[in-house]
């Protein structure tokens, strides 16, 4: 089979289309023939060798986590799904299995004709038939994501709301679940981003190095290092609130305030929802990429702005 890898440690430049042989599923697993994946930045990173002491991998290794396709071959012991399903969700490569939660969903690598998942995860759903195969590629990170801060975050109406890195992925999945919420919501973009991000609905929009205004209820970061939030954290008015998706892990010393709540949102179990309620969510695609260009596009992914996700269909 067609599969992008990584040879060894090194940025997307070095990844390259390569011959594999097509995984096979064991006890528990489904065999799946993707038609589209979607890029996220763990596709980069972990390749990248930044995580190599806590998630070391082998090479050649096939990045990708996001996915449609279709079943086509179960274990003997697979009941939920048959040769023949649509399905779409998220799995992480099996090098990560010590941060996949205790429900793990793990994968032999989404960027490739064929991939191998585990079956009894809430991570993955049969594909309802209204979503297209690429939309359903590009909402499950984000849209787990999404779902997870709103659950947490509880955003009320008349609430102020900032969003940095709103042109994201996750930022423009939850612009919308935002707006519906009647909050307020700033996001952070680029001037060429603003009509887009106020259609998804935001009501300002500011540049990423433009003053936050003050006194804001809550604070979204989709983006930024944990430990480079102090400039957000004086944004939030005494007693609100401050989540962040990325690392690492916060601590009050990074911000210099213990009078907001600062927390991490990682939904490691799908305790705010699986994939199911994930479909019901509306992605934005920057672009396609057929999986010849699979490189091309993570390396756009890497070094180019980039407003929602990049798709690679796979024929």
Known sequence: MKAVTAPDYGPPESFMLSDLPAPEAGPGQILVRITAASINPGDIVIPSGAYRAQTPLTFPHVPGNDFAGTVTAVAPDVTTYAPGDEIFGHAVPRALRAL?????????????????????????THRPADL??????????????????????????????LV????????????????????????????????????????????????????????LNLVLPTDQLGRA????????????????????????????????????????????????????IAATYPLDQAVQALTDFAHHHTVGKLVVTIP
Do not use: C, W
């Open 233 to 284: 954290a004086d944004a939030i008015r005494p007693g609100g609130r401050l989540f962040t998706i990325t690392f690492p892990p916060p601590r009050t010393d990074m911000i210099g305030r213990d009078d907001i709540r600062f927390e991490l949102v990682l939904d490691l179990n799908g305790e705010f929802g699986g994939m199911a309620e994930v479909a019901a969510l509306t992605p934005t």
């Open 132 to 161: 297209s195969p690429v939309d359903a590629a590009a909402l499950p990170t984000v849209g787990l994501t999404a779902r997870a801060l709103m659950a947490t975050a509880q955003p009320r109406a008349g609430e102020s709301v």
């Open 100 to 124: 996949a939660g205790d429900k793990p969903s793990m994968t032999t690598g989404a960027l490739a004709e064929y991939a191998v998942f585990e079956a009894g995860t809430p991570f993955i």
């Open 164 to 219: 940095i890195g709103a042109t994201g992925g996750v930022g423009t999945t939850i612009l919308p679940l935002l707006a519906d919420s009647s909050a307020r919501v700033v996001a952070t973009g680029h001037p060429s981003d603003e009509k887009l991000l106020r259609t998804l609905g935001a009501d300002q929009v500011i540049g990423y190095d433009d003053p936050y205004p003050d006194r804001m209820d809550l604070a």
